[in-house]
C-alpha cells in the first residue's frame, strides 16, 4: 500500500512538472502544443512576484502527480475564487485516490484563502475526469462558454486600431 502525501510545489521541481505537463498534453492528444520548459516554468510557477501555484502529489516519496492553480476574482460574490488550471495523475499511479487527495487541498486553500469557489475545465470528450468531478459532487457549468484568444490572434487584435 503506498503512503500518498501532498506538498506545494518546489523551484526543484521544474523538470517534474514539465513531464507531468507533456504527459497530459500527449492524452489530450495536444503535445504539439506545448512550448514549456523547464526555464519557464521557473521563471512562471517560481517567480517572486509569481501569480501561479503548484502542488506535487507524492507516493512513497516519489512524484506522482499535480495540480497547478491561481487565484481569481468573483466580482457578484466580492471574493477571491481558486482556478485549477491542470490536474494531472500519471497513468500508472491513477486509481490510488491521488486526484482526489489533490482536489482536497485545494479545496481546503481555496477556504483558507476566504475564496467563494473553487473551479475548473474539463475537455468535453474526457469522460473519465468528468465521471470523477461529478463523484465528488462538482457540477459541470454548462451554460458558460469558453473563449480564447492566443497567438497571432492574440497579437493582432492587440496592436489593430
Not at 523538470?15 to 507531468?20: G, M, P
Not at 469522460?127 to 462538482?138: C, K, L, Q
Amino acid at each position: 500500500m503506498s503512503l500518498l502525501s501532498i506538498r506545494p510545489a518546489v523551484v526543484d521541481d521544474s523538470s517534474t512538472i514539465l513531464k507531468f505537463i507533456t504527459e497530459l498534453a500527449i492524452y489530450e492528444k495536444a503535445e504539439h502544443e506545448v512550448l514549456a520548459n523547464e526555464q519557464t516554468i521557473k521563471e512562471t510557477i517560481f517567480a517572486p512576484s509569481g501569480h501561479v501555484n503548484a502542488l506535487i502529489c507524492e507516493s512513497n516519496g516519489t512524484p506522482i502527480g499535480m495540480a497547478i492553480y491561481f487565484f481569481n476574482y468573483s466580482t457578484w460574490l466580492a471574493k477571491p475564487g481558486l482556478y485549477l488550471e491542470d490536474l494531472y495523475v500519471t497513468e500508472t499511479q491513477r486509481g490510488q485516490g491521488a486526484g482526489k487527495l489533490l482536489l482536497k487541498r485545494l479545496a481546503q486553500i481555496a477556504l483558507e484563502q476566504g475564496c467563494g469557489r473553487f473551479e475548473w475545465s474539463c475537455l468535453d470528450w474526457n469522460t473519465p475526469a468528468r465521471d470523477f468531478y461529478h463523484s465528488i459532487g462538482a457540477v459541470a457549468q454548462t451554460q458558460w462558454i469558453g473563449y480564447r484568444m492566443a497567438g497571432n490572434t492574440l497579437h493582432q487584435f492587440a496592436k489593430d486600431d
